[in-house]
């Protein structure tokens, strides 16, 4: 089980989350610019709908899903089968998530985004949660688990430029052909759905579940999983870090085209500048994957956070006005922020052996479960946070801003996230798993 990976199962097991992170990148960089200045919502209205579908069914699907697949043994394995099944439908909510009528208004615009939302969160859950649980499964080795997650974040990485990059260039190109605004979104989200259908079924056909006596199905009741996954202290700490972070990072991600359009006046280069910052995360995965192997991945992954920090701070200071400084604000945020993209996901596969120890029994599909609605919930608090930010300092889509409103795009976009970011250091230096103790433990769990 220790042994190392073949480069192609590393490969084939990191094309599905270029189609998933394409629609997280869209999400986080464009859902609530696309709901206030293409289809005239209210960014309060919209921000608040979101979260309202994130504290109610999505609080019990992602969990609910990661046990199902935990307690499943077919022919196929206990991931795949879900991922095979989810693909059609998760592609096809993600061209509906774009192709809301413009002016709605009040109720029916709450209960448009409501219900899309809702749609596409649940058929990218049915692929997600499955996905993320089978990293545990193929490797237990403390590097060579970073080692596989590292190859699947060259492929997170690729999605996130291409959402981040082409979501407004895909658009902009139907325009230019006669499209209506409305209408070129929707063909930019039937493309980006028919991506992530492939992406899903090349890893599901390409990636092979080895039958293993550890990786029989869990017997332990649900309500007793969850109570041990709170005991869990590595993966309470982990919770909370992850919490601060996530909606931090969110923030930042959901105002950065209002701040780049409306602070810096640069609307024809967002797609370069988010270019720079991600081909910058992914030219750094493997410097940050060779930091591991020296320092722990807590403590580099709070290195990798105060790096970025220190750009985004930079950011707040940017004069009214076109600059090529935010270039330079891009790449450093960009080289720090790529230890993300390494550390949380190698970082959960750890804490599942801490329960192993405990309880006897694997439970990646229930923590890959919590930590999917945690990331979809921080997610959601982020951009409803945006867009009562934007309502509270009177931001009106399409003309231009008041200072007041200019004030509170910076100050949301900078200040806030980098003083969470610091708060969450400390939990992230002190994190309790270290390679020293992960390689005791883990003697023994296979005992």
Same mark, same amino acid.
């Given at each position: 089980?220790?042994?190392?990976?073949?480069?192609?199962?590393?490969?084939?097991?990191?094309?599905?989350?270029?189609?998933?992170?394409?629609?997280?990148?869209?999400?986080?960089?464009?859902?609530?610019?696309?709901?206030?200045d293409i289809l005239g919502i209210d960014?309060?209205?919209?921000?608040?709908?979101?979260?309202?579908?994130?504290?109610?069914?999505?609080?019990?699907?992602?969990? =609910?899903?990661?046990?199902?697949?935990?307690?499943?043994?077919?022919?196929?394995?206990?991931?795949?089968?879900?991922? =095979?099944?989810?693909?059609?439908?998760?592609?096809? !909510?993600?061209?509906?998530?774009? %192709?809301?009528?413009?002016?709605?208004?009040?109720?029916?615009?709450?209960?448009?985004?409501?219900?899309?939302?809702? =749609?596409?969160?649940?058929?990218?859950?049915?692929?997600?949660?499955?996905?993320?649980?089978?990293?545990?499964?193929?490797?237990?080795?403390?590097?060579?688990?970073? %080692?596989?997650?590292?190859?699947?974040?060259?492929?997170?990485?690729?999605? /996130?430029?291409?959402?981040?990059?082409?979501?407004?260039?895909?658009?902009?190109?139907?325009?230019?052909?006669?499209?209506?605004?409305? *209408?070129?979104? %929707?063909?930019?989200?039937?493309?980006?759905?028919?991506? *992530?259908?492939?992406?899903?079924?090349? !890893?599901?056909? @390409?990636?092979?579940?080895?039958?293993?006596? +550890?990786?029989?199905?869990?017997? #332990?009741?649900a309500f007793s999983q969850l109570k041990?996954?709170?005991?869990?202290?590595?993966?309470?700490?982990? #919770?909370?870090?992850?919490?601060?972070? %996530?909606?931090?990072?969110?923030?930042?991600?959901?105002?950065?085209?209002?701040?780049? !359009?409306y602070q810096l006046q640069m609307t024809?280069?967002?797609? =370069?500048?988010?270019?720079?910052?991600?081909?910058?995360?992914?030219?750094?995965?493997?410097?940050?994957?060779?930091?591991?192997?020296?320092?722990?991945?807590?403590?580099? /992954?709070?290195?990798?956070?105060?790096? *970025?920090?220190?750009?985004?701070?930079?950011?707040?200071?940017?004069?009214?006005?076109? !600059?090529?400084?935010?270039?330079?604000?891009?790449?450093?945020?960009?080289?720090?922020?790529?230890?993300?993209?390494?550390?949380?996901?190698?970082?959960?596969? +750890?804490?599942?052996?801490?329960?192993?120890?405990?309880?006897?029994?694997?439970?990646?599909?229930?923590?890959? @479960?919590?930590?999917?609605?945690?990331?979809?919930?921080?997610?959601?608090?982020?951009?409803?946070?945006?867009?009562?930010?934007?309502?509270?300092?009177? /931001?009106?889509?399409?003309?231009?801003?008041?200072?007041?409103?200019?004030?509170?795009?910076?100050?949301?976009?900078?200040?806030?996230?980098?003083?969470?970011?610091?708060?969450?250091?400390?939990?992230?230096?002190?994190?309790?798993?270290?390679?020293?103790?992960?390689?005791?433990?883990?003697?023994?769990?296979?005992?």
């Amino acid at each position: 089980m220790l042994a190392k990976l073949p480069l192609k199962t590393k490969v084939a097991y990191g094309i599905a989350d270029l189609g998933i992170s394409l629609l997280t990148a869209s999400i986080q960089f464009f859902l609530l610019f696309y709901y206030t200045d293409i289809l005239g919502i209210d960014p309060g209205l919209a921000g608040t709908a979101l979260l309202v579908g994130k504290l109610t069914w999505d609080a019990i699907n992602d969990p =609910l899903f990661g046990f199902i697949t935990d307690r499943t043994k077919s022919r196929w394995g206990r991931r795949k089968p879900y991922m =095979l099944f989810g693909a059609v439908p998760f592609g096809l !909510t993600i061209w509906l998530l774009f %192709s809301l009528p413009p002016g709605m208004t009040g109720a029916t615009a709450f209960l448009a985004i409501l219900g899309s939302f809702l =749609l596409v969160d649940t058929t990218q859950t049915l692929v997600s949660v499955p996905y993320y649980a089978l990293s545990a499964e193929l490797t237990r080795d403390y590097d060579e688990r970073t %080692s596989l997650i590292s190859i699947r974040m060259i492929f997170t990485v690729v999605g /996130y430029i291409m959402g981040a990059a082409l979501t407004t260039l895909i658009a902009g190109i139907f325009m230019n052909m006669g499209w209506s605004k409305t *209408a070129a979104y %929707s063909g930019m989200g039937a493309i980006f759905g028919f991506v *992530a259908i492939v992406t899903a079924l090349v !890893t599901t056909f @390409g990636v092979k579940e080895t039958p293993n006596p +550890d990786l029989e199905p869990a017997k #332990m009741p649900a309500f007793s999983q969850l109570k041990h996954i709170f005991k869990n202290r590595p993966f309470v700490q982990y #919770m909370i870090m992850s919490t601060i972070i %996530s909606i931090s990072f969110t923030l930042l991600t959901a105002l950065l085209p209002y701040f780049l !359009t409306y602070q810096l006046q640069m609307t024809d280069q967002i797609p =370069l500048v988010m270019m720079v910052m991600l081909v910058t995360i992914a030219i750094f995965l493997v410097p940050w994957r060779l930091a591991s192997k020296k320092l722990n991945k807590g403590p580099a /992954y709070a290195l990798g956070l105060g790096i *970025a920090s220190v750009a985004i701070l930079g950011a707040f200071f940017l004069p009214q006005g076109p !600059t090529p400084l935010i270039y330079v604000v891009a790449f450093v945020a960009g080289m720090g922020f790529s230890a993300q993209y390494v550390f949380p996901w190698s970082m959960i596969p +750890d804490v599942i052996e801490v329960d192993q120890a405990q309880t006897g029994e694997r439970h990646e599909g229930v923590y890959f @479960g919590v930590n999917n609605f945690l990331g979809k919930l921080t997610g959601a608090i982020g951009i409803a946070a945006s867009g009562w930010a934007l309502s509270l300092y009177g /931001y009106v889509p399409n003309v231009a801003q008041t200072e007041h409103a200019l004030f509170g795009i910076r100050f949301f976009f900078a200040i806030v996230p980098v003083i969470a970011f610091m708060v969450a250091l400390p939990l992230l230096i002190w994190y309790p798993i270290t390679r020293q103790n992960h390689e005791q433990m883990t003697g023994k769990v296979t005992k």
